[in-house]
């Protein structure tokens, strides 16, 4: 009988401890009456998790940079974009590549970076792209990265597919590694001596050298006509497109960044206690990651169902096509938001803008209040709400 209540008790505390510790990791902020909806809903009931601790994620080494990645097989609910982080120590390159299968949008968060750019006629852009600024490589086209210094380069990479893995990036160290060494030779015009010096497999990050210098010494080895419209961008030094009360949005879409046709982008600052106010995308999914500071996402999903989560620096969120959110600092520090379009043009229908567009008598008859009630809703359309 004692043995019996001992496995018992054991079995118990084993499932509190279980408890525990997945409640760590649960994607939703606990029903409280800080949170508390109308409808009493369930946060996050039914419904995949709309933040990954990305934060959490460790690093692969490699020689002059790390990586790690996120995408559906970590994080299900991001079909429609993946994200890599990235860094790259002065003089380290991220050698020559393609992706077959998405277009790559990054964001430089620290220090200075040089890409080269290929276009399927052979056009070349080589550009230095520097903290808050952008870079934007469509699908199949060749492309490198080098980390120019001072200090190491860090940089989010942002992937059309959330399939995307950085393991099925086509290298061009692999590539030739794994071709008929004769092949080789033919294409090259080299000897067997001088095929025999290359690489035995993927090189992927190097910092073999020798380093860059200035950019203006970056020239292609032959005759190649430049790209003629530009595939990087300074968002950073964009005025914002909206700024109230110390709340910012700064946006690079196919509009501010032409090059970048079919993604859009752009960094969100809140100041404590502010908010991204209630509004859906409804041509393209969201991608967020949390630049510094912390904030608490709200999403709809419709049928009853919705989720508030709460994401750290280095997080990232994810909000379908068409579900409605909104982004809020509870914090006391500010909070910057860089957020990934899976759609060059921007839209947004914000809820206050939706109130404003309509009649007295269908906002009345829709949220069943009296006329005196009615007068009360908003009638500007203002993206931020007030810092608190």
Same mark, same amino acid.
């Given at each position: ?13 084993l ?6 510790f ?9 029903q ?41 097989y ?7 974009m993946?994200?890599?982080y ?5 003089g ?34 080589i ?6 600024g ?15 210094? !001072? ?43 001088q095929?025999a ?22 020239? !292609? ?88 989560s ?9 909000? !379908? ?14 909070v ?33 209040i ?19």
């Amino acid at each position: 009988m004692m043995g019996w209540l001992r496995r018992r008790f054991l079995l118990v505390g084993l499932s509190v401890l279980l408890i525990t510790f997945l409640g760590v990791f649960t994607p939703t902020i606990a029903q409280s009456e800080q949170w508390r909806s109308l409808s009493n809903v369930v946060w996050g009931k039914d419904l995949p998790a709309f933040t990954y601790a990305f934060s959490k994620t460790p690093l692969v080494l490699y020689d002059g940079g790390t990586t790690k990645q996120v995408g559906t097989y970590n994080f299900p609910v991001s079909k429609g974009m993946a994200g890599v982080y990235m860094s790259l120590e002065p003089g380290a390159i991220r050698e020559l590549h393609w992706h077959a299968n998405a277009a790559e949008w990054a964001y430089v968060m620290e220090g200075r970076t040089r890409i080269t750019l290929t276009s399927p006629e052979g056009k070349v852009e080589i550009a230095d792209v520097d903290k808050g600024g952008l870079w934007y490589f469509p699908r199949g086209w060749g492309h490198s990265i080098e980390g120019i210094g !001072p200090g190491t380069a860090k940089f989010l990479l942002v992937f059309n597919d959330g399939t995307f893995s950085e393991g099925a990036t086509f290298s061009v160290t692999d590539w030739l590694s794994h071709t008929p060494i004769a092949w080789v030779e033919e294409n090259l015009g080299w000897t067997a001596a001088q095929v025999a010096q290359l690489p035995k497999k993927q090189v992927y990050i190097s910092s073999y050298g020798p380093a860059s210098g200035p950019l203006a010494s970056a020239t !292609p080895r032959g005759q190649t006509a430049k790209i003629e419209v530009p595939h990087t961008h300074n968002l950073l030094g964009q005025q914002p497109l909206v700024s109230v009360g110390g709340n910012e949005l700064r946006l690079a879409s196919a509009k501010e960044f032409p090059g970048s046709f079919n993604m859009a982008g752009g960094l969100i600052h809140l100041e404590p206690g502010a908010m991204r106010r209630l509004h859906w995308h409804p041509n393209a999914d969201e991608w967020q990651y949390v630049l510094d500071g912390e904030m608490d996402l709200t999403v709809f999903a419709s049928e009853g169902k919705a989720s508030v989560s709460r994401l750290q620096q280095g997080d990232v969120g994810y909000v !379908p096509k068409g579900y409605g959110h909104a982004l809020r600092n509870g914090s006391q520090k500010p909070v910057d938001i860089l957020v990934v379009f899976n759609d060059g043009d921007y839209q947004s229908i914000d809820l206050n803008s939706w109130i404003t567009s309509n009649p007295n008598s269908v906002l009345g008859n829709t949220f069943q209040i009296s006329p005196q009630l009615t007068q009360q809703l908003p009638v500007e359309d203002v993206i931020f709400s007030p810092s608190k």
